[in-house]
Nanobody, 119 residues
Framework: QVQLVESGGGLVQPGGSLRLSCAAS????????AAWYRQSPGKERDLVAV???????NYADSVRGRFTIFRDNAKRTVYLQMNSLKPEDTAVYYC?????????????WGQGTQVTVSS
């Protein structure tokens, strides 16, 4: 069974930083493209950042310049570094990735991790 496990969420004051991790486990050969999404209560799940198989990245306008998505292929982990956090960044953050497994490519979602930005 393959899965994504997220960690790193929590409570932080405005202007603070957090780093989210998304680790792939199971019969994984590698992670292909990956992305972070977020969802606030009563709102749709929105794309925050995406990274390709290499290092090409793209960001939502609301986080560009503050958030950085990067990957460690050896650890099969994708990260989201979040700086200069704002209250409007409060949401459940989800990782999504195309996992290259021994039997093909599988798209997976993580379970979500809560990020709360508040004083």
């Amino acid at each position: 069974q393959v899965q994504l496990v997220e960690s790193g969420g929590g409570l932080v004051q405005p202007g603070g930083s957090l780093r989210l991790s998304c680790a792939a486990s199971g019969s994984i050969v590698s992670i292909d493209a990956a992305a972070w999404y977020r969802q606030s209560p009563g709102k749709e799940r929105d794309l925050v950042a995406v990274i390709t198989t290499g290092t090409t990245t793209n960001y939502a306008d609301s986080v560009r310049g503050r958030f950085t998505i990067f990957r460690d292929n050896a650890k099969r982990t994708v990260y989201l570094q979040m700086n200069s956090l704002k209250p409007e960044d409060t949401a459940v953050y989800y990782c999504n990735a195309d996992l290259i497994t021994t039997v093909g490519i599988r798209n997976c979602w993580g379970q979500g991790t809560q990020v709360t930005v508040s004083s």
